[in-house]
């Protein structure tokens, strides 16, 4: 039934791509040999592969340049909104290959440069954290990501005899060529020193001030001739650094010692989910918020409008101008340092000064989880940040004011509502400051708003419900369909042409093609395709060999009990079991992939990591099993691995305890790419089954009310153990040292912690998982022999009732929401 492609098909085949026009092609190959030239000083004999890469790099940020410098002038001379995106954890990831797709370079980079294609995956990578700004280029927001310029980002995996082993990562040694270093916007950070109360207002004195040296990145948006800045700074220690006390043989010392003042920028602490209350760390915190505030308000008073006398004054239309969103309580110090610089430096009465701060400050919530939630002692507090100190008791000493007002007599409440924990160490709760500190306020799922509201909030929803929002995450379909999987992109602008890439609602057009038997098939050639691909990485890479033809089934996420990657584990075991008790039986193959980094001080996430490892080597040497049952451990997973497996993926696995992953992002990314989930009702998971029917997915295990009432009365994980004999043996072969020969107690504590103090219920969730994946081995088994209702399901999946529109534009409504008056969408440049 496949039908040739019309001209028009064609045509727009191709431009998923960009066009290869014969212009465009001479021109990069010139420019590209201009800059292996002039940039890299080489000439094609002595050329390495990184300067090829960095010569195309240089090329393509050529065709950025007069679009940045265009964008930020038509930003100045129409005076919008600016949004600031305020975040301790974002670093760019595959620069070149997003810029390519934005600028609709890839098919003539492609013909111009094809041998430096091949290096591409070498050289790049980072983390998450720019669907967001990729999302508000394209949208056409005056937004800016503001962050540290770490010197090494997050740390590189290796898996060593089964155990992870950390290395640095040095992503700036051969130099960076999508930052634009800009010295002359330096701006010094205070810390230390002590608070001089004067008659005519408070001074900090005595500080040690380090520079912030900040770095521009372009953010194109999708084919729209924005381009966007994401800022980062650096930490540069001051010349005079130390010098004044310096005598002979001090001036070495001093000159050496200015690398303790720049270890600020020096390196990205690794927690997820996790607080450590280092100085190190509350000194990055602080470090970012206090030059990204210079900036902001020299920004503004530079405006047009903010260069008007009336406003020069006062900076009281701040919020007119300016958002500020915290992502987390990372950046939380923003509240009480734009409160210093009002009140301080601009001299304006406290009320004035609070109600332009609040009225800036939105805050994103991203866990509910309680050792994740920041809590500063205050002794730390003292000593680096005096005067902020101060600004944050007047904070709480008006906020509980308030709330004595409102409920008089009621103590528990005003302990319950502090800004300062009382109770042994006095500590600052950064997310009620956030909250008392900010407009709106907003989960990052429906479960998760919800939850944040009867919970861990409830006391600050009664008093300011208006406040609380919600804003389910979401992904961007450039990087996440686009670039990593060109194949279905193609496939989809085939049947409904290309505007879905910026407008992902457009997929429930695929709906009419359901029972389209070609459109079905082709989904799945590209299936295969990028299951083959990704076999064959796994072969050359890792020298390990998986069956294409097997069921993909894939967790990759950061290592954590909540995120129940035992629970799969538990799965795999019972399915060897099972094939070793009937091997005759046809069991549908599976290959199980399971990657992540677990924070390298997180003990129990570790051992999870060699627990899996220690079962791939067991199922995979049984010659019984042979290549129905494969596990294999996804060694450093970061982006461009994930751009790699997630294509390649049939089954999503998304099984956290309900009620405890805020939304989750690697979710929406297997669903837009051809994946089926089996997962809990949790995060976002419950918001795809709403979209697409919950027959649509393998939905299993406890609601959030189930475990409620477990909690309720009392999770026994014995009496699982007890009741269900597969569960027994498979936790008795875990304990037993079935997986760890020599070595029995290699897993005690994992058994003890499932076994006496779960917090995560995963034996509760044991027989519905395993039942659903029954469901998942059938549905996959009728599949493979010909009905394609794997693919069908997708197709429902990504068309479903409202489609993935909901998970794109990674929470921009968010924005949207807190700079309402502002004019926030720029027209096209
Ligand atoms: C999307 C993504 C995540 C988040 O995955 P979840 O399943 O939502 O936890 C983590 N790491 C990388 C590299 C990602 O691309």
Redesign the pocket.
């Known amino acids: 039934m496949s039908k040739p492609l019309t001209d028009q098909e064609k045509r727009k085949q191709i431009s998923v791509r960009g066009l290869a026009g014969v212009e465009n092609v001479a021109d990069l190959k010139t420019n590209f040999n201009r800059h292996l030239h002039f940039t890299l000083v080489k000439d094609r004999n002595v050329a390495t592969k990184r300067d090829y890469y960095f010569a195309l790099a240089h090329t393509v940020r050529d065709h950025l340049v007069g679009r940045w410098i265009r964008t930020q002038q038509h930003y100045y001379e129409k005076d919008p909104k600016r949004v600031y995106y305020l975040s301790l954890e974002f670093y760019m990831g595959r620069t070149l290959q997003n810029t390519m797709v934005n600028l609709a370079l890839e098919n003539a980079c492609d013909e111009a440069i094809y041998q430096v294609k091949t290096y591409l995956q070498i050289f790049q990578d980072g ?2 954290g720019t669907c967001f700004l990729d999302s508000m280029a394209t949208l056409g927001l005056a937004a800016y990501g503001y962050g540290i310029r770490y010197e090494f980002g997050i740390f590189n995996q290796k898996i060593v005899n089964g155990w992870q082993a950390e290395e640095a990562d040095d992503w700036l040694r051969y130099g960076n060529p999508w930052e634009k270093a800009r010295p002359e916007y330096m701006r010094p950070v205070h810390f230390y020193g002590r608070v001089e109360h004067h008659p005519d207002g408070v001074k900090w004195v005595d500080t040690q001030v380090v520079l912030a040296l900040p770095y521009d990145t372009p953010v194109p948006g999708y084919r729209n001739n924005i381009v966007n800045t994401m800022r980062l700074w650096s930490a540069k220690a001051p010349c005079e650094f130390h010098l004044k006390d310096f005598n002979v043989g001090g001036y070495i010392q001093a000159v050496l010692d200015k690398n303790l003042a720049e270890n600020i920028s020096r390196v990205l602490y690794p927690n997820d989910n996790f607080f450590e209350g280092k100085e190190l760390r509350l000194k990055q915190e602080y470090f970012v918020v206090a030059a990204t505030l210079q900036d902001i308000i020299r920004r503004f008073k530079a405006s047009k409008f903010g260069s008007t006398e009336v406003v020069r004054m006062d900076l009281t239309t701040l919020p007119d101008k300016v958002a500020i969103q915290l992502n987390d309580t990372h950046p939380a110090m923003a509240i009480p340092e734009l409160m210093r610089i009002l009140v301080d430096d601009e001299k304006l009465s406290w009320d004035t000064a609070w109600d332009i701060t609040v009225r800036t400050c939105a805050y994103t919530n991203h866990t509910v989880l309680p050792e994740a939630l920041e809590r500063w002692p205050i002794d730390l507090f003292q000593n680096l940040l005096p005067r902020h100190l101060e600004i944050i008791y007047e904070i709480n000493r008006r906020h509980l004011e308030r709330i004595t007002a409102l409920y008089p007599g009621d103590y528990d409440r005003l302990r319950r509502m502090s800004l300062i924990e009382e109770c042994g160490q006095k500590k600052i709760n950064m997310a009620h400051l956030c909250i008392v500190g900010s407009h709106a306020v907003n989960g990052v799922a429906q479960i998760h708003s919800d939850i944040i509201k009867d919970t861990v909030f409830k006391d600050f929803y009664e008093v300011d419900p208006q406040k609380f929002q919600n804003k389910t995450n979401g ?1 961007t379909p450039r990087r996440w369909l686009v670039m990593c999987n060109p194949g279905l992109a193609e496939v989809i602008a085939e049947r409904i042409g290309e505007d879905y890439i910026r407008d992902l609602s457009q997929l429930k057009n695929l709906l009419k093609f359901v029972d389209d038997d070609a459109l079905i098939r082709d989904i799945a050639k590209v299936k295969q395709e990028n299951k083959l691909k990704f076999a064959v990485h796994l072969e050359e890479q890792y020298k390990v060999k998986i069956n294409p033809n097997s069921m993909f089934d894939v967790q ?3 290592i954590h009990e909540y ?1 129940r990657q035992l629970l799969n584990c538990l799965h795999i075991i019972t399915l060897y079991n099972r094939i070793k008790k009937e091997p005759n039986k046809a069991w549908t193959p599976r290959t199980i992939m399971i990657g ?1 980094k677990a924070a390298p001080g997180y003990h129990t996430a570790k051992m999870i990591i060699k627990l899996i490892t220690a079962i791939g080597e067991v199922v995979n040497n049984d010659s019984v099993v042979g290549d129905r049952l494969k596990v294999i451990y996804l060694e450093n ?3 461009t ?3 790699k497996v997630i294509p390649a993926s049939d089954l999503s696995e ?1 099984i956290s305890t309900a009620g405890t ?1 805020a ?7 297997f669903m837009l790419n051809g994946a089926l989930t089996i997962g809990t009702m949790d ?1 976002a998971n419950v918001e795809m089954a709403e979209e697409a029917g919950e027959e649509n997915l393998f939905i299993f295990g406890m609601r959030v009310k189930d475990v409620e009432a477990l909690d309720q009365k009392g999770y026994d994980a014995m009496e699982y153990y007890n009741r269900i004999p597969e569960l027994k043996q498979v936790m008795d072969q875990i304990s037993g040292g079935f997986f760890s020969p020599g070595e029995p107690d290699l897993f005690k504590d994992i058994v003890k912690m499932l076994m006496h103090h779960d917090r995560f219920k995963v034996f509760a969730d044991y027989e519905d998982y395993i039942k659903c994946q029954e469901k998942v081995s059938a549905l996959y088994k009728v599949c493979i022999t010909k009905n394609m209702k794997w693919f069908k399901t997708y197709l429902t999946l990504i068309g479903g009732k409202h489609s993935v529109l909901h998970y794109m534009h990674h929470q921009v409504r968010s924005f949207l929401l807190c700079c309402q008056s502002g004019n926030l969408r720029v027209s096209q440049v």
């Open positions: 983390g998450t992904i990759v996420k950061r995120k992540g997973y970061r982006v691995l994930a751009e998304q992953e939304s989750g992002t690697g979710n929406m990314k995060g």
